[in-house]
């Protein structure tokens, strides 16, 4: 007996090891891939992840919540400001070492793509860890055809963002649900509420679980609901920003469900169909291979494959009605034929294993060959969209010359999105409106109107409502805004004081 036991005991060693070796070898795949999408360019994918890195830079020198005095006009003003990526923040201020005013920003621009390597990287390795907990055959393999999904998945995968820490608590979520593990889902719920305000999407996984279960089961696991209710309710109140963070989501998402027409970014538009299929046509596939494999197979639909295809519905239907989304719906496309395709593979594993036990390598030599294109023409295609970032230092310059000239200036900008990457280089100084337009007009409706006509060149002599209305001291404006530079150029109390390639800085006089 004691020598079985320790037969035992060296083989569950074995299986440790082997699982960790695995481990590593992939999250080094994962690495490298993300690096050759990540490195197709040397700024950061989009305009948002500036603010973030920026933010993760003040909570590594201020803590955990910082002070944010710099969009006094928005309802993110200093009294209401609510910090919704925390803990994402506070992974990016591992790799945040240097303020962008000292040294042009490029050390923080290579901490964020190294962080916006390492998060999604750790997503993918969830999802090896979550097929490989339900006994998915080649659990290695179908981890790493998440690259070959979809391009735009991985764009948006590598911008430093909360997304990929998203997609992390999600397959994390899953893996729980599945493995009955409920209580922990307390934990998770209010994690997901400090890292990102998606934190709603944890129910809706619940929801879709505890469906499918009680279709397939006929019982009722109200715990698979309760629990992550349960922790997102304690991250809401048991938070730094309570009762800001309340106020705050109420505030956010009433203008993404409402009757607001003001347009708040490219990414709240859907895909074109055609588009869409261009881009995620591997995770189209992949619905419709995995609803093959279910007809196919003999046995009842079990319930993992059920509730990921409840997912699969669920996030296919915010992406037709967001390209934000495109986050979640390669990703569950892709683990729904997985777990769908689960029994075929292990059926067909074991009659080429009867036949000739060399013969069950077919299989998984199969689909690394099916793999190769989709996977070469991803990832070529994912580095292709980095290429096309805007430079990380397009306004380094006038927001330096900023700091520099103007401490502790308010700044009004002709275009809300500019300031991200005006926060990037400068903290030392407040700003008109950013990171969605809404939270200037949720703020102060009529003063976002007066914003809107100014900035459209719509407004004869500017200067003196920008001064008496806005405060603002400097006008910062990129040179798109003809018509407004128009304006200020025949404007007596706006006087031109830099210009570069990119950019105009006038000073209000007073």
């Given at each position: 007996?004691?020598?079985?036991?320790?037969?035992t005991?060296?083989?569950?060693?074995?299986?440790?090891?082997?699982?960790?070796?695995?481990?590593?070898i992939?999250?080094?795949?994962?690495?490298?891939?993300?690096?050759?999408?990540?490195?197709?360019?040397?700024?950061?994918a989009g305009?948002?992840?500036?603010?973030?890195?920026?933010?993760?830079y003040?909570?590594?020198?201020?803590?955990?919540?910082?002070?944010?005095?710099?969009?006094?006009?928005?309802?993110?003003n200093?009294?209401?400001?609510?910090?919704?990526?925390?803990?994402?923040?506070?992974?990016?201020?591992?790799?945040?070492?240097?303020?962008?005013?000292?040294?042009?920003?490029?050390?923080?621009?290579?901490?964020?793509?190294?962080?916006?390597?390492?998060?999604?990287?750790?997503a993918?390795?969830?999802?090896?860890?979550?097929?490989?907990?339900?006994?998915?055959?080649?659990?290695a393999?179908?981890?790493i055809?998440?690259?070959?999904?979809?391009?735009?998945?991985?764009?948006?995968?590598?911008m430093?963002?909360?997304?990929?820490?998203?997609?992390?608590?999600?397959?994390?979520?899953?893996?729980?649900?599945?493995?009955?593990?409920?209580?922990?889902?307390?934990?998770?719920?209010?994690?997901?509420?400090?890292?990102?305000?998606?934190?709603?999407?944890?129910?809706?996984?619940?929801?879709?679980?505890a469906?499918?279960?009680?279709?397939?089961?006929?019982?009722?696991v109200?715990?698979?609901?309760?629990?992550p209710?349960?922790?997102?309710?304690?991250?809401?109140?048991?938070?730094?920003?309570?009762?800001q963070?309340?106020?705050?989501?109420?505030?956010?998402?009433?203008?993404?469900?409402?009757?607001?027409?003001?347009?708040?970014?490219?990414?709240?538009?859907?895909?074109?169909?055609?588009?869409?299929?261009?881009?995620?046509?591997?995770?189209?596939l992949?619905?419709?291979?995995?609803?093959?494999?279910?007809?196919?197979?003999?046995?009842?639909?079990?319930?993992?494959?059920?509730?990921?295809l409840?997912?699969?519905?669920v996030?296919?239907?915010?992406?037709?009605?967001?390209?934000?989304?495109?986050?979640?719906?390669?990703?569950?496309?892709?683990?729904f034929?997985?777990f769908a395709?689960?029994?075929?593979l292990?059926?067909?594993?074991?009659?080429?294993?009867?036949?000739?036990?060399?013969?069950?390598?077919?299989?998984?030599?199969?689909?690394?060959?099916?793999?190769?294109?989709?996977l070469?023409?991803?990832v070529?295609d994912?580095?292709?969209?980095?290429?096309?970032s805007?430079?990380?230092?397009?306004?380094?310059?006038?927001?330096?010359?900023?700091?520099?000239?103007a401490?502790g200036?308010?700044?009004?900008?002709?275009?809300?999105?500019?300031?991200?990457?005006?926060f990037?280089?400068?903290?030392?100084?407040?700003?008109?409106?950013g990171?969605?337009?809404?939270?200037?007009?949720?703020?102060?409706?009529?003063?976002f109107?007066?914003?809107?006509?100014?900035?459209?060149g719509?407004?004869d002599?500017?200067?003196?409502?920008?001064?008496?209305?806005f405060?603002?001291?400097y006008?910062?404006?990129?040179?798109?805004?003809?018509?407004?530079?128009?304006?200020a150029?025949?404007?007596p109390?706006?006087?031109?004081v830099?210009?570069?390639?990119?950019?105009v800085?006038?000073?209000?006089?007073?």
């Amino acid at each position: 007996m004691a020598e079985a036991d320790g037969n035992t005991a060296v083989s569950s060693t074995q299986i440790r090891v082997r699982t960790a070796v695995t481990a590593v070898i992939l999250f080094a795949i994962f690495i490298a891939g993300f690096a050759i999408v990540q490195y197709g360019t040397p700024s950061l994918a989009g305009n948002d992840g500036y603010y973030h890195m920026k933010m993760g830079y003040l909570i590594r020198n201020e803590g955990l919540k910082v002070d944010f005095p710099y969009l006094p006009t928005t309802i993110l003003n200093e009294d209401a400001f609510y910090d919704h990526h925390m803990l994402y923040h506070a992974f990016l201020a591992l790799f945040a070492t240097t303020d962008p005013a000292v040294d042009g920003g490029l050390a923080l621009t290579q901490g964020a793509k190294i962080a916006s390597i390492i998060m999604p990287s750790l997503a993918f390795l969830a999802v090896w860890w979550l097929l490989r907990g339900q006994k998915v055959p080649y659990a290695a393999i179908w981890a790493i055809a998440l690259f070959a999904s979809s391009e735009a998945f991985l764009y948006r995968m590598s911008m430093p963002r909360a997304q990929s820490a998203s997609l992390l608590l999600l397959v994390i979520g899953l893996h729980l649900l599945l493995t009955e593990r409920y209580k922990w889902l307390v934990v998770l719920g209010f994690l997901y509420v400090w890292f990102y305000n998606a934190f709603p999407l944890l129910v809706v996984m619940a929801v879709v679980y505890a469906t499918a279960v009680f279709l397939l089961q006929r019982r009722i696991v109200w715990q698979a609901v309760v629990y992550p209710l349960v922790g997102i309710g304690l991250g809401l109140l048991i938070n730094p920003y309570f009762p800001q963070n309340i106020e705050f989501i109420l505030g956010h998402l009433a203008p993404k469900v409402g009757e607001s027409t003001t347009k708040v970014g490219n990414e709240w538009n859907p895909y074109r169909t055609w588009t869409l299929v261009e881009n995620s046509g591997v995770a189209l596939l992949a619905v419709l291979v995995g609803a093959l494999a279910l007809g196919w197979r003999e046995d009842r639909i079990d319930k993992a494959s059920l509730t990921a295809l409840g997912l699969v519905v669920v996030f296919g239907y915010m992406l037709f009605q967001s390209r934000r989304f495109v986050e979640y719906f390669p990703p569950f496309a892709l683990l729904f034929l997985a777990f769908a395709s689960a029994p075929l593979l292990r059926d067909w594993r074991g009659k080429l294993a009867g036949i000739r036990p060399y013969l069950s390598y077919a299989l998984p030599i199969a689909m690394l060959l099916l793999l190769a294109y989709p996977l070469f023409v991803s990832v070529r295609d994912g580095r292709d969209l980095m290429s096309r970032s805007r430079p990380a230092d397009r306004y380094a310059q006038a927001a330096i010359w900023l700091h520099d000239n103007a401490p502790g200036a308010n700044i009004f900008q002709t275009d809300w999105d500019d300031f991200t990457r005006l926060f990037f280089y400068n903290t030392d100084a407040v700003y008109m409106a950013g990171l969605d337009p809404t939270f200037m007009e949720l703020y102060d409706a009529d003063l976002f109107e007066e914003w809107k006509q100014i900035t459209r060149g719509r407004v004869d002599d500017p200067g003196a409502i920008i001064r008496d209305r806005f405060g603002g001291d400097y006008v910062f404006s990129d040179l798109k805004h003809e018509a407004f530079m128009a304006d200020a150029a025949a404007d007596p109390l706006l006087t031109e004081v830099y210009r570069d390639e990119y950019a105009v800085i006038y000073a209000v006089e007073e």
